[in-house]
């Protein structure tokens, strides 16, 4: 007799051939068959069902910027890094499209785009648990590839998809002066729109935020750069506040998904 509730005696069946006995077979309907058991009476080999192996469902922060010299894409890519150092967080880089044309381009001696990099379209900012926007300034505000960028997501405002997603910024001016935070406060803008949830930095950075000694981009808005005359690359401390905002903006993403 099986193991269990639910269990019962079959009727003895006549031996015959093929029957490796006469013994009768117990038939337990609510019990589990252990792999490989083979049925007295019977060659049939019953397998147990197994569970489809668990994806590990990782929160997306994607870190969407424009670059023409290179200076916002390097941040972008510490970045990334620093969400990518997040247990349970991935970071995804993409660029937005070049307005300027190809021969224009050229003239201003901007390089080639990454390829690597894919252009993101404005529906796909709505997959995103978090984003964080990077661009240069153009006297104080935004460059107009990434106003362009913004100005694209009319539909992802009319339905409200990106209501309440929390969203950082990190910038690239050519001096000290050239708007290191009025390039970002002035992008708050687009994000209150959209209903975003703005995530700064404030001085979280810790002593580095507060050093006079060497020239260094980055205020309690987001990371920055000075690019100068396109020549100066970001410095080190520069990166490390940029691989610190993904860290951080990863740490915002999963209080908001896990709490």
């Not at 910024?169 to 406060?185: D, I, M, N, R």
Request: net charge negative; charged share 20%.
């Amino acid at each position: 007799m099986g193991k269990g509730g639910g269990c019962f005696h079959s009727k003895r069946r006549q031996r015959g051939p093929g029957l490796a006995s006469d013994k009768a077979t117990t038939v337990e309907s609510d019990a589990h068959v252990p792999a490989q058991e083979k049925n007295e009476g019977s060659a049939e080999i019953v397998e147990p069902a197994v569970p489809p192996l668990a994806v590990e469902h990782k929160l997306k922060i994607f870190i969407v910027f424009y670059s023409m010299y290179g200076h916002v894409e390097a941040l972008a890519k510490q970045i990334k890094k620093g969400v990518d150092g997040t247990e349970g967080v991935e970071g995804v880089l993409y660029r937005v499209a070049e307005t300027l044309p190809s021969d224009v381009l050229e003239k201003m001696l901007a390089p080639p785009k990454d390829p690597v990099i894919p252009v993101i379209a404005a529906s796909e900012l709505a997959d995103a648990d978090g984003i964080l926007f990077g661009f240069p300034t153009r006297y104080g505000c935004m460059a107009a590839q990434i106003k362009a960028f913004f100005d694209s997501t009319g539909q992802l405002w009319r339905e409200q998809k990106l209501a309440g997603k929390p969203a950082g910024l990190f910038v690239s001016t050519g001096t000290q002066g050239g708007g290191q935070e009025t390039t970002a406060w002035t992008a708050i803008t687009q994000l209150t729109h959209h209903g975003m949830l703005f995530v700064p930095i404030g001085y979280t950075f810790g002593a580095d935020m507060f050093k006079m000694d060497e020239l260094r981009g980055g205020s309690p808005y987001g990371a920055g750069t000075f690019a100068g005359d396109g020549t100066r690359q970001p410095s080190e401390v520069e990166l490390a506040l940029a691989e610190y905002q993904g860290k951080y903006m990863a740490s915002i993403v999963k209080k908001l998904n896990y709490t």
